[in-house]
């Protein structure tokens, strides 16, 4: 008898803290959503005012971009000059994020949404989903990698 008591004992203790562990796991979960949401908004303020360091500064030191048609670029430094070169190209554009979903495993998180481009006029120049992977590192939240895709029609009717 006395096994069996040891035994339900240990079970109900080993159970016992099994809330508490979700509750920190939510938490855990409902702060990276939040740091990533800030992250979001603070790439979408630096892009849309055409600030290509304030882009990369949301970016790991050693992250990639994979931007359509283009090999990808890797680390803070690349990623500032594809940026500047972006805008130097189309100055004035704008760029709308929306997260769709996001899914946080520990210190990584991938989020999934989808992204609107505008003209300096307010028109419509291209829109599509990305994908995004974060990490956490000296408690903050970067991106390791990004990749979007246009979900509009190839201007020469390809793929």
Do not use: C
């Not at 979700?22 to 740091?35: F, L, S, V």
């Not at 990369?56 to 803070?76: I, K, L, Q």
């Not at 000296?138 to 895709?149: F, M, P, Y």
């Amino acid at each position: 008898m006395r096994k069996w008591t040891g035994a339900l004992l240990a079970a109900a203790m080993a159970a016992a803290p099994a809330p508490a562990l979700a509750q920190d796991e939510d938490q855990a979960e409902a702060e990276a959503a939040a740091a990533i949401a800030a992250a979001n908004a603070a790439w979408e303020e630096a892009y849309n005012a055409g600030d290509a360091a304030g882009v990369a500064a949301v970016y790991a030191e050693d992250a990639t971009v994979m931007a359509p048609n283009m090999d990808p670029v890797t680390g803070r430094e690349a990623i500032q000059a594809l940026m500047q070169a972006g805008f130097d190209a189309a100055p004035g554009f704008t760029n709308t994020l929306e997260t769709t979903s996001l899914e946080v495993a520990g210190d990584m998180a991938i989020e999934v949404g989808r992204y609107v481009a505008t003209d300096p006029d307010g028109g419509h120049v291209d829109h599509g989903p990305y994908m995004a992977a974060w990490k956490k590192a000296d408690g903050e939240w970067k991106l390791a990698a990004d990749i979007w895709n246009s979900g509009m029609p190839a201007p020469d009717g390809g793929t």
